[in-house]
């Protein structure tokens, strides 16, 4: 079976313009979750959607914001990029929304802010 | 809130010898706790996770962690290191809704 799939892998932007990044979760896995890695630290947690529905959001501004479709594939978008936005964006999929699921993440895209 | 410390953002250690990866946590409500592994242009692997029962978990590669509630640790070790071991690893904890916090993770160079 596939892994967690991102796209794009790479992605260059200049600040103020929008970005939408997309996630296809493993086959079978409801719950998708967005984390941005800036370099030299740790992911950080975004959302968390299930069914569709948010379930989760971390401490991030109204500029991002995420979606889930039908089909469990998840798209994260963010408004007026900013310098700071530089960083790896992971998805991650598990089977259930609840905590003691482990996490299959994609490889990640990597935002770069001119 | 909860928190995760991991100690030390680098450690050097020759092949074959042992290793431990300190991590720390904190919460306010029952946790579970992973160590993931990243390496180089990759995403985050689940190397091992603590959810109940014994406080010993163990990896299919020979890493093992235990988890300590009075000292609210959870270290990950391996008795002899490999060169593929040179990776960056990740202590996490979660709880409720999956909100899962990371340490700021350690690199683990090995030396050959």
């Known amino acids: 079976d596939a892994g967690v799939t991102q796209s794009p892998t790479h992605l260059i932007k200049t600040r103020g313009q929008h970005v939408t990044l997309r996630c296809s979760p493993i086959s079978g896995h409801k719950s998708v979750s967005w984390y941005q890695q800036v370099l030299g630290q740790g992911p950080q947690f975004i959302f968390q959607y299930y069914e569709k529905e948010e379930r989760g959001r971390g401490n991030f501004p109204d500029r991002f914001s995420a979606r889930q479709f039908p089909n469990y594939s998840s798209e994260l978008n963010v408004n007026a990029l900013l310098l700071g936005d530089s960083a790896l964006y992971l998805c991650a999929s598990s089977l259930e929304q609840f905590s003691n699921q482990p996490q299959h993440f994609g490889d990640g895209t990597r935002l770069s802010i001119l | 809130a909860q928190s995760v410390t991991q100690l030390d953002s680098q450690v050097p250690v020759f092949e074959e010898a042992p290793v431990e990866l300190r991590c720390n946590y904190s919460s306010s409500v029952s946790v579970y706790l992973f160590w993931y592994v990243q390496y180089p242009n990759q995403g985050l692997q689940l190397l091992l996770k603590y959810l109940s029962g014994s406080t010993l978990v163990e990896s299919i590669n020979g890493f093992e962690a235990e988890f300590n509630k009075s000292q609210t640790s959870f270290h990950l070790r391996k008795p002899s290191v490999h060169i593929s071991d040179t990776a960056e690893y990740f202590c996490?904890?979660?709880?409720?809704?999956?909100?899962?916090?990371f340490g700021t993770g350690t690199k683990l160079q090995v030396i050959p």
């Open positions: 996490a904890v979660a709880g409720g809704y999956q909100k899962v916090t």
